[in-house]
């Protein structure tokens, strides 16, 4: 699968990236994937995604104050980072 997403605790900034992953595991709450740089060599990093919460968000990003009238932390995530140019 093609995954974009922001990386917002990227040690330079906040940045767009773009990969492709293979699921390895699924569950109700979280996958796990294999992240594919070419389709011939095996798989060397792992990512767990799952539901983003408010308390990573005020952790991967504390010098913000999140709109908390948003009461869903993905969509309070998108206002915030859908603004920044890259």
């Not at 095996?42 to 948003?70: G, K, M, Y």
Request: glycine residues 2%; hydrophobic residues 40%.
């Amino acid at each position: 699968m093609q995954l974009k997403f922001f990386n917002v605790n990227y040690a330079s900034g906040v940045q767009m990236f773009e990969t492709q992953l293979r699921a390895l595991y699924r569950a109700p709450d979280h996958m796990l994937a294999a992240l594919i740089h070419d389709d011939d060599q095996a798989p060397e990093r792992t990512a767990v995604i799952s539901q983003l919460t408010w308390e990573w968000l005020r952790q991967c990003d504390p010098s913000h104050r999140f709109n908390e009238d948003i009461t869903d932390a993905e969509k309070a995530a998108a206002h915030r980072y859908k603004h920044l140019h890259f």
